[in-house]
């Protein structure tokens, strides 16, 4: 436990440092729901305001995430292989980038509220989803980075990679965030919704826990 | 010769038997899809077969990750390769049928969509392979992969379509042509031919292996 503390204190120094990586996805995101803002105006159709927030949302994570096993050196990760264990590495990581990821998200739904309005979303439904979504689709990404970082080309391929893999999940939050215009959202059509994403999310960090190891050793 | 080959001849024997008898037999006449039903002897066994393909290299990829053996990789790619091939006879298969059916050859279907996405993530399975020049190397990291990418079809046929409201895709949800109310002279073909092509995929997969065997030099066997 201490030991992931102390990796998720060393992944935000490092982002402190060399701010431009972190400063590189906030002007992503500012400048693609800007790109949105001067192609649509002000959004009336509510659905076409969720497809627009998840797939910003989705490319933000893919670049925020895509570096995570990228920013260091072949040679110091082999230091940290020698001090940590893979499990806190990997928890540490899905940690580090849930958190970016949730960052991330509050900011564009932020942004997107200012630019072109909010839409009527039922809070029980719409929060839990979005928080499980983005937690699941951080640990999700983190692991396919870690896939990616070990081959070759990275960049093409932690997008051929991820697609898939993130789809399942960001076709559920669509939904979850369609159903949620409703004003009033049956318990169970929420319990239903949010368990899929919950039993998901639960599989992704499961595998991902169980599978790291063979990514990190040599 | 027979000891070990009769499964061969089962699967052809079988296909034929489905191939021609499909053919042959009357049909309940279904509004909408009169005689397109034939399709269901051509068009499901391929996804059945693919299933079993990709379960076949789901099992070998945590074998190999188990014991590090080349040929569990070696299985576990080429069974991925077959399930991906007999994935996309499936595609086309249905393609055709849709084309009659509904007017066009692609609609958004959860089902549709499910079975694209799947074998999109087995062919970035082939792509990773590809990246990665060192092969215990690749064998690890495509492992890992395919785990996530079985993980995915699961989710795809066990979760979304439980969620999705309708489909148009026979068999499913809001459609009146379910599997259950299938007819029995029906199953007497779609049994046989579904098991017939899963034993031929199983045989192009031996014959895959063994030509790849031979190229990377990998021993099958333990002889």
Known sequence: MKEVNELILKDFRLEIRQRYAINGILLYVFSTIFVVQLCFGRIIDEKT??????????????????KSFNQESSSRRLYYFTLASPLSVIISKMVYNTLLMLILGILSLGLFSVFMG???????????????????????LTMVSAIASRSGNNAALMAILGFPIVLPLLLLLVKASQTSLKEVVEAGVILRLLSAIGLIDLVIVVLAVILFPYLWRD | MIKTMWWKFLGVFLVLYSIIAGLLIDVPALPVIHQTIRNLFYHVPMWFSMFFMLGTSLVFSVRYLSGFRMKDDLIASGAANTGLFMGSLGLLTGMIWARFTWGDFWTNDPQL?????????????????????ESAMRARISAVYNIFAFMLLVIFLGVLPRLADSSLHPGKGGNTSTMEGLDPLMRMV???AAIGWILIAFWLLQLHNRRRALVQGV????Q
């Open chain 2, 113 to 133: 969509n499910g079975a694209a996405v799947s074998m999109m993530a087995y062919l970035a399975y082939v792509v990773l392979r590809g990246s990665i020049d």
């Open chain 2, 190 to 192: 779609f049994y046989p």
């Open chain 1, 118 to 140: 909010m839409p009527p979303l039922y809070p029980w439904l719409f929060i839990p989803a979005f928080l499980l979504g983005s937690a699941g689709l951080a640990s999700a």
């Open chain 2, 219 to 222: 021993k099958l066997n333990n």
């Open chain 1, 49 to 66: 305001w969720i497809a627009l927030f998840w797939i910003i949302l989705l490319f933000a994570a893919f670049n925020a995430v895509s």
